[in-house]
């Protein structure tokens, strides 16, 4: 499974403490194994353009959600990151 993000979602990525990108990189790990899992799919959004699955994630300092889509064949696109201070 090969995956490719957005400029949107590597501004926040590249920005983040290296506490918040280990909980991420864990996370993109995990999708990559098995995007087809209910975690993976925890939230769905729909808008004019498409829709996007949601993951959630916290950590001891900060909250999130990273949004991505599959796309045909074997590629996910890491849409965007959020990411908040608790």
């Not at 925890?42 to 300092?61: A, H, K, L, Y």
Request: hydrophobic fraction near 45%.
């Amino acid at each position: 499974m090969d995956f490719v993000f957005t400029e949107e979602f590597y501004a926040v990525y590249e920005d983040v403490d290296d506490d918040v990108v280990a909980i991420v990189d864990e996370v993109i790990r995990s999708l990559l194994l098995d995007h087809t899992s209910g975690w993976a799919r925890q939230g769905r959004i729909e808008g004019e353009e498409g829709g996007s699955w949601i993951i959630t994630m916290t950590g001891p300092d900060f909250e999130g959600a990273l949004y991505w889509e599959y796309r045909s064949g074997d590629e996910i696109v890491l849409l965007a990151l959020v990411v908040r201070d608790r």
